[in-house]
């Protein structure tokens, strides 16, 4: 199936570091959205992106709907040890309801 | 709100055994649901899109026989595993979008497959 180009692939930081990952796309998106997944749960929404040029924030996170429709990012501030987990973009594709999503990115945050 | 449950969360069936999983939005009426799966590690896999009062639509390389989907209302869509084998053994999850709002999947908890 189609997967989003998502990176990095995985990171280990320090506490109190800010975190920066992104997903790109050949294809158009109109929605964008981020999830954060923990082992053996399903996915939660973080934060949904509906325009191109749109940023949003959630807290300590900030993401941003790329203005060509094909990539998005996601920022995290000053990480805490409970952001570990793995983060996945997720592209609505254009004329459907079927979300498209990254390979994801593994986030390890070294107290 | 937007909460989306799962049952159940866990099944271990005998190889050729059905094992049915049940998808219900909660606070919200879903006029479509989607089927995913995940493998350890790996991102979600799109199986289909569920339609309420209608066929599902299922993606490439997806068995329809297989993985029987029925979304007979506005709030619970079923997948039934049939004549489940030790490779359908997987994470599947569930996410459902909210009719009269935007298109934005909120997901279930997700059910844990084993065949033994």
Redesign the interface.
């Known amino acids: 199936g189609q997967q989003l180009n998502q990176s990095p692939q995985s990171m280990f930081i320090q506490e109190g570091e800010d975190v920066s990952m992104n997903c790109t796309s050949s294809s158009i998106f109109n929605t964008w959205l981020w999830y954060k997944q923990d082992p053996g749960e399903g996915p939660v929404l973080l934060i949904a992106l509906y325009k191109a040029g749109e940023l949003t924030s959630n807290g300590r996170l900030t993401a941003q709907f790329g203005i060509t429709r094909k990539d998005s990012f996601l920022n995290i501030s000053a990480s805490i040890p409970s952001d570990v987990g793995i983060y996945f973009c997720a592209g609505q594709l254009t004329g459907t309801y079927k979300y498209i999503f990254g390979t994801g990115t593994r986030l390890k945050v070294l107290a | 709100g ?1 909460v ?1 449950s ?1 049952h159940p969360s866990r099944v271990i069936c005998k190889s050729g055994t059905s094992v049915k999983i049940e998808c219900r939005s909660l606070d919200f009426q879903a006029t ?1 649901m ?1 089927w995913y799966r995940q493998f350890p ?6 199986m289909a ?1 569920s339609n309420e009062g209608s066929k599902a639509t299922y ?3 997806v068995e329809k026989d297989k993985f029987l989907i029925n979304h007979a209302s506005l709030t619970l869509s079923t997948l039934t595993v049939t004549s489940a084998h030790p490779e359908d053994s997987s ?1 599947y ?1 569930c ?1 459902a ?1 909210d009719s009269g709002s ?9 059910t ?1 497959l084993t065949v033994l």
């Open positions: 937007a989306v799962q479509t989607f590690k790996k991102s979600l896999m799109l899109t993606e490439q390389g994470f999850i996410s979008t935007t298109d934005t999947q909120y997901f279930g908890p997700g844990r």
